[in-house]
């Protein structure tokens, strides 16, 4: 690198550890224009007694170089609710930040862009839910933690992809209103017929007993529905031998076409315990990176799907929450008490 300015070089000395961290994802030119920002926010986080929630889909420099909580939706939403800080700025979608303000109504929560939104999140309203509820009465109603506040508080319980299956039968119910992601349903319907098949052998005077049917709606997300079996099976045919990793809201014939299929905290995990030499996660991009930097031994294969809603998040944003205490996530009391109840019944199953 040529002669650099005296408060990059200063940052770069100072982010040296970090850096050595994510050296394997970030070129040394990259990280030299990330290390003033590294180094404010770090100092940031110390003035403001904040902390920062990052989810797996945040690029490398912020999920390893300032994230204090990583994780999935589950994962941070479980975080959020034992937080002892002042402020906390969430690295993630809205619904994200609602989450952790919905756990923390005393504590200032920051979403660095408020036009990080979901597909999901905006494929249904309150009043799509409270439709709902009037066709099919008495009916529960399971929300994907991926949906507006205003949603949540028409539900019974959220779930998140890491759960939903174990949310669905805790009620113990023989049908379920589950919403939005009309995949994630289809997949947790096959998962719930298949444990029915299990536990009910073909022979034998027994009734048998009936999965629990969902009745879904038609949201999805706009990364996860493109992928298609025909990919999987030219990355296949490309990478001999690779094992292929898929989130559930990828429609029902990729995850069947998959080895594996979960939350993107049940995919790390899968990678770590199993260290395949090659794996292709069908998910967004920079968890391949995130997951690379913990993982050197497997070699990713990268078909690039961005969520044009997670890049929104940029360490120059989370600087600038931090500086200027921006953008604050405001719940009105009414719409906050009924989806506190809906996150908090979701966090109490286990
Ligand atoms: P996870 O809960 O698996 O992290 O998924 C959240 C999400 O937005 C996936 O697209
Ligand atoms: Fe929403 Fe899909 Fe982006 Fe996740 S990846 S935040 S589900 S649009």
Redesign the pocket.
């Known amino acids: 690198m040529g002669i650099l300015p005296p408060q990059t070089a200063a940052a770069l000395q100072r982010t040296a550890a970090l850096y050595d961290r994510v050296k394997s994802v970030i070129p040394e030119m990259e990280w030299a224009g990330f290390a003033e920002d590294v180094d404010a926010i770090l100092r940031l986080k110390a003035e403001r007694n904040a902390v920062i929630l990052a ?2 889909y945040m690029r490398p420099e912020i999920f390893h170089a300032v994230a204090d909580v990583r994780g ?3 994962a941070l939403a479980r975080e959020a609710a034992k937080i002892d800080a002042d402020v906390i700025v969430v690295a993630g979608v809205h619904f994200m930040a609602e989450t952790a303000k919905l756990l923390n109504p005393g504590r200032t929560v920051l979403i660095p862009d408020t036009e990080a939104g ?1 597909s999901l999140a905006e494929s249904i309203t309150a009043a799509d839910v409270r439709a709902l509820r009037a066709r099919h009465p008495g009916v529960p109603v399971v929300t994907y933690v ?1 949906t507006s506040a205003a949603v949540k508080a028409e539900s019974d319980i959220c779930c ?3 759960n939903a299956k174990k949310i669905v039968e805790s009620l113990g119910v023989p049908e379920v209103i589950m919403l939005p992601d009309e995949y994630l349903a289809q997949n947790v319907q096959r998962e719930l017929n298949a444990a029915v098949a299990v536990a009910t052998p073909p022979k034998g005077g027994a009734e048998p007993s009936r999965p629990i049917k969902l009745i879904t709606w038609q949201g999805h ?1 706009e ?2 529905e493109r992928f298609s079996p025909a990919d999987i099976a030219l990355f296949r045919e490309q990478n001999p031998g690779v094992i292929v990793l898929a ?1 559930p ?1 990828c429609p029902p014939d990729v995850v069947a076409s998959a080895d594996y299929a979960g ?3 049940g995919m790390i995990d899968w990678v770590g315990a199993h260290k395949p030499a090659r794996a292709l996660l069908l998910t ?1 991009c920079s968890m391949s990176d995130n997951v690379a930097v913990e993982q050197p031994e497997t070699e990713f294969v990268r078909p690039c799907q961005l969520c044009p809603h997670m890049k929104r998040i940029s360490l120059a944003n989370i600087r600038a929450a931090l500086e200027n205490m921006e953008h604050e996530v405001v719940i009105p009391a009414d719409v906050a008490a009924p989806a506190r109840r809906a996150v908090e019944r979701m966090i109490a199953v286990r």
């Open positions: 989810h797996n999935d939706s589950l979901c991926n998140t992809s890491g997300c990364v996860h989130h809201e939350s993107t905290a967004e």
